[in-house]
T-cell receptor, first 115, second 111 residues
């Protein structure tokens, strides 16, 4: 149980375009989902917290107009990187949490390359 | 804020025991996690400590001392597949669902 999927697993896009990444909890309802970014050889940096039906809470330094988060249902959250630039190239990982547990369940990650 | 420190890299031999340390300075404490992450993959849960002491789970054990702001992950009978990064994470004292990760320790297991 507690499986989280992400789509796509990797994507290459041109500078200036937008990319949408999906995060789904497959066998449980996620009250909260989190989006992390990880640069090579670095740890996960929390970008934002996403609660179903409400606006995401962004960490300091993360541009909410650039990284649009939509948590439309208890099993789906999306991250849209708008007007992508090469410096946005990174590994984006989502995680999901459900009430009554202390653990976060991570998706397999999406590798974004902006050319 | 949260400050979490781990060694950057360690090397150990197959079959040996290795201890990976983590120290943290946080505004409060609400639990510490260890995750394993293979290159290019998502982290997988290893252990959770909220009280002082040792939690054992097969070849992996994790220890916590809240008064010292210190934890370690102990890996016994090392296998080549244990080569990975090990991430220490602490939970936000107010928002239980938020985790803050250390920079991770890259463990290289050699034959």
């Amino acid at each position: 149980g507690a499986v989280v999927s992400q789509h796509p697993s990797w994507v290459i896009c041109k500078s200036g375009t937008s990319v949408k990444i999906e995060c789904r909890s497959l066998d449980f309802q996620a009250t909260t989902m989190f989006w992390y970014r990880q640069f090579p050889k670095q740890s996960l940096m929390l970008m934002a917290t996403s609660n179903e039906g409400s606006k995401a809470t962004y960490e300091q330094g993360v541009e909410k107009d650039k990284f649009l988060i939509n948590h439309a249902s208890l099993t789906l959250s999306t991250l849209t990187v708008t007007s992508a630039h090469p410096e946005d190239s990174s590994f984006y990982i989502c995680s999901a949490h459900t009430s009554g547990t202390y653990e976060q369940y991570f998706g397999p990650g999406t590798r974004l390359t902006v050319t | 804020g949260q400050n979490i420190d781990q060694p950057t890299e360690m090397t150990a031999t197959e079959g040996a025991i290795v201890q990976i340390n983590c120290t943290y300075q946080t505004s409060g404490f609400n639990g510490l996690f260890w995750y394993q992450q293979h290159a290019g993959e998502a982290p997988t849960f290893l252990s959770y400590n909220v009280l002082d002491g040792l939690e054992e789970k097969g070849r992996f054990s994790s220890f916590l001392s809240r008064s010292k702001g210190y934890s370690y992950l102990l890996l016994k009978e090392l296998q080549m597949k244990d080569s990975a990064s090990y991430l220490c994470a602490v939970r936000d004292p107010i928002n239980f669902n938020k985790f803050y990760f250390g920079s991770g320790t890259k463990l290289n297991v050699k034959p």
